[in-house]
């Protein structure tokens, strides 16, 4: 990162979703408050203090879950963190995203800063090199339970500060081992004092930041879906009647009144909306009759996500936490991510009805019954197969999607000699939402590249500023489909233009409420 790459200072417990909005999208710098680092300091020292006067507290000089009844000499501290954090690193599959790497260090920051965890500044200061020097853990997506923290993933972050592991550096896809990394940081291998191997690797960082990357996809994808059924709209010369604010006001549902309200902001000045305004049709397909009630309960989960998952983000979800103004330390279950397993859970329905209400308008789009344009989209229909198989693909995704939306939350496995005898399943509820968001994007696509191809036929008409903007945008790299041609760099294209949060529409610039 260079001189001018702007820097977020972080409050611990007081961090807000639009700045982990922007560590994830990348080419940010982090620093803590001044107050943060006393917290930190003071929380440290009441650690000191519990060794010096030799007082059995666990996690500080006791073994771990089964095993936190047997005391560990002091000659041993240093050995006991180094093999914890040795022993759990047994992560599996592919490396997580970087942008994902990026939450899970500044998560960790702020779970650290607040205090309560027992570790020195130094080793948390260790934390904000590597990330403002995309120097990124090579973390593998499996080996997690969500409960009694997400060990094995945060074990192979941590594995690093001992100058261990593998890490990504910027610009680059080699690997550099975990000793380089610390030598280009400038940063020397960590000896772990007590308390920190098991601070580093308690928490819910894992869990939450591939939430909050679910819900940064899912945001985009609302609005992307909200653009693609305007268009489908147009192309089918239906009624904007269903979205009159009177109708959303009489039901009083939150998400369905914005997302009406968003709707009508895309409609506005619409040469095709104009020109049948006194049009037999009464009454559309439920696709494009109630986008508002069913797009708005997605926003509505989508807003009480976001809350949740903001609280996560800054939470010290570690244990036991230590309390420096009384010197308590005290065994708790904040490392439990239910809270983080549930959200994950509704923003996995609300990807999944994303996509399966944007798959029907496009099956509308194609039946030239409902539609009243060509089948299936194209010209000389039978020797040309148009967007026939785009909605196979469109199908084969919808359904999958629903295979993944069912809810990790319900599921538990007992870890630990039954010590951990029901876990959240967190990490699996949060990183499917990565592959169910790539699945929606395509759908989403493909629906509006086949609204696209609908709206030529009503040429000269011309549909609202805002659609014919997003339009142009989709031109630029799709072009009309006058006979059957290799579509699947097409598809990529409208994916790619799907999970784009820069859209030409007014959309992203009047987000809704709860995601700012």
């Not at 592991?165 to 030598?183: F, Q």
């Not at 800054?314 to 010197?327: I, K, R």
């Not at 006979?483 to 760099?489: E, N, Q």
Request: aromatic content about 4%; proline content about 5%.
């Amino acid at each position: 990162m260079n001189s001018k790459t702007p820097t977020i200072t972080l409050d611990p417990g007081h961090v807000k979703l639009a700045d982990l909005r922007r560590i994830y999208a990348g080419k940010v710098k982090l620093q803590l408050t001044a107050e943060a680092h006393a917290a930190m300091q003071a929380s440290a020292s009441a650690v000191d203090e519990i060794v010096k006067n030799a007082r059995v507290t666990y996690g500080i000089n006791t073994g771990f879950g089964k095993l936190a009844s047997t005391a560990i000499p002091p000659d041993r501290l240093e050995e006991l963190q180094r093999n914890l954090v040795l022993s759990h690193s047994a992560g599996t599959g592919p490396y997580l995203p970087d942008n994902v790497v990026r939450l899970i260090l500044a998560t960790k920051v702020i779970s650290l800063a607040r205090g309560y965890s027992g570790v020195r500044p130094a080793l948390v200061e260790a934390l904000l090199t590597l990330f403002n020097q995309e120097l990124l853990p090579r973390i593998p997506a499996k080996g997690s339970v969500g409960a009694s923290g997400d060990l094995a993933p945060l074990a192979h972050m941590s594995c690093v500060l001992l100058g261990l592991g593998s890490v990504k550096t910027p610009g680059e896809t080699d690997e550099i081992d975990g000793a380089e990394a610390l030598r280009i940081a400038g940063i020397q291998p960590f000896r772990l004092g007590p308390k920190e191997g098991l601070a580093l690797l308690n928490g819910t960082q894992a869990s939450t930041s591939l939430a909050l990357a679910g819900l940064f996809e899912t945001e985009t994808l609302l609005l992307s879906g909200l653009t693609a059924g305007a268009l489908s709209l147009e192309a089918i010369q239906g009624s904007v009647k269903p979205y009159d604010a009177r109708i959303q006001i009489a039901r009083g549902q939150a998400g369905q009144i914005e997302v009406a309200a968003m709707l009508r902001t895309l409609l506005r000045g619409s040469g095709i909306v104009a020109s049948h305004q006194n049009g037999t049709r009464v009454q559309d397909p439920y696709s494009i009759r109630c986008v508002p009630q069913v797009m708005g309960a997605c926003l509505d989960n989508l807003n009480h996500a976001a809350r949740i998952l903001t609280i996560e983000a800054n939470a010290a979800s570690d244990n036991p936490l230590v309390f420096s103004d009384s010197g308590d330390v005290i065994s708790g279950g904040n490392f439990h991510a239910e809270p983080v397993a549930f959200a994950a859970d509704i923003l996995a329905l609300a990807l999944a009805e994303i996509g399966a209400i944007s798959e029907r308008r496009l099956a509308l789009l194609l039946d030239t019954h409902l539609s009243l344009l060509p089948p299936f989209l194209v010209g000389d229909s039978g020797v040309n197969s148009g967007f026939m198989i785009p909605q196979v693909t469109a199908a084969a995704l919808a359904s999958e999607n629903k295979s993944l939306a069912h809810p990790a939350s319900v599921d538990s496995l007992p870890t630990s000699a039954n010590q951990e005898d029901h876990v959240s399943m967190a990490t699996f509820a949060a990183r499917r939402l990565l592959d169910m968001a790539s699945n929606t994007a395509t759908i989403v696509g493909i629906e509006a590249m086949a609204a696209a191809q609908g709206i030529e036929f009503l040429r000269p008409l011309t549909s609202s500023p805002a659609l014919e903007g997003e339009l142009a945008v989709i031109r630029e790299h799709v072009a009309f489909l006058e006979r059957d041609r290799y579509l699947a760099d097409d598809i990529e294209c409208m994916r790619k233009w799907a999970s784009q949060a820069n859209r030409v529409s007014p959309l992203p610039n009047v987000l809704p409420s709860g995601m700012k």
